[in-house]
């Protein structure tokens, strides 16, 4: 009975330790498995920020490109409009200070003819007063026949 408790006890330890053996190939060859599962996750990850970059850079300079165009397009138009602006106000000044010193030209000789005119009208009509003046302090009133001198 030895024998067979033996043979028995043998036979149930191999039972159990084999499926333990089994067990511990398995676990090895999952953890096995997930490292080169990380490794080929890793390789596709690095393998599309690659892309991302490269795709950004592009884009990044592209725009770049396109801002610095328009930006110097702006910038002539802004030069051309102020050039073409400023043309003008200077016709524009050069116009009116022809036409201000025109009418001011006018408006002395208009002036002076009317201080002219009126310098006469006042000798004149102080002339007359005077010639009045004389005759009514002579005794001498003013009729038709005899007017100031």
């Known amino acids: 009975m030895k024998a067979r408790n033996l043979f028995l006890g043998a036979a149930l330890g191999l039972f159990t330790l084999a499926p333990a053996a089994a067990l511990s190939q398995t676990i090895g060859q999952d953890m096995k498995n997930a490292g080169h599962d990380t490794g080929d996750a890793s390789k596709k990850v690095v393998h599309k920020t690659g892309e991302g970059t490269k795709t950004a850079a592009k884009d990044t300079a592209h725009g770049t490109k396109v801002a610095a165009h328009k ?3 702006g910038t002539k138009t802004v030069a051309h409009d102020t050039a073409h602006g400023t043309k003008t106000v200077v016709h524009k000044t050069g116009e009116g200070t022809k036409t201000a ?3 001011t030209a006018h408006g002395t000789e208009v002036a002076a003819h ?3 005119e009126a310098g006469k009208t006042v000798g004149r009509d ?3 007063g005077t010639k009045k003046a004389v005759h009514t302090i ?3 009133p ?3 026949t005899n007017q100031p001198r």
């Open 114 to 116: 009317k201080t002219g």
């Open 142 to 144: 003013e009729s038709d």
């Open 71 to 73: 930006t110097a397009e």
């Open 101 to 103: 010193a025109h009418d």
């Open 138 to 140: 002579n005794g001498k």
């Open 126 to 128: 102080t002339a007359h």
